[in-house]
């Protein structure tokens, strides 16, 4: 049985050489599922979500030194995976061959072909309004909704003012409320 996670104590062990190890497998025990689903709802391929939470723990062991805990590890581990996005999603722009008019139809394409989204019309419509949205507000509207993060948590993931979260949350809400009335 794997023991429960007590991130005070995986802070101790990873403060030391010889139970580093240990304590970044408890993180990547803890933190795998929910990363996986916040970095997937903003790149829709099962493979690029994968490989960028691969990228994240990779890129979190490689500095896990530089972590001064002033903030909990989870939004540390956010920051990293938001920023693997943003990264990822600003090279497949670059990439890409897609009609300046419709940025978002290779990724509604995706979408539409990917068995996880294919079984709930609700849920791809849903994925369709959120691939409207500018890739801040889609963020904080995923760590809202999906992850029921604090607007507090996230403030430290985005380095923004709660009240600029608040913000962004409520134009999102808007623009996905008008998108699926004009879908109906």
Known sequence: MTPSYNEKEVLLLLQHEDTQKEAFSRIVAQYSEQLYWQIRRMV???EDANDLLQNTF???WTNIDYFRAESKLSTWL????LNECLTFLNKQRATSMMSIDEPEAEAVSKLEGDPYF?????Q???QKALLTLPEKQRMVFNLKYFQE???????????TSVGA???SYHHAVKKIESFLKDSF
């Open 78 to 81: 956010y920051r990293i995976a």
């Open 58 to 60: 990779i890129k979190a």
């Open 118 to 122: 294919s079984g709930d019309d609700a």
């Open 124 to 126: 791809v419509l849903l």
């Open 165 to 167: 979260l608040k913000a």
């Open 149 to 159: 993060m604090k607007y507090e948590d996230m403030s430290d993931v985005f380095g």
């Open 44 to 46: 829709l391929s099962h």
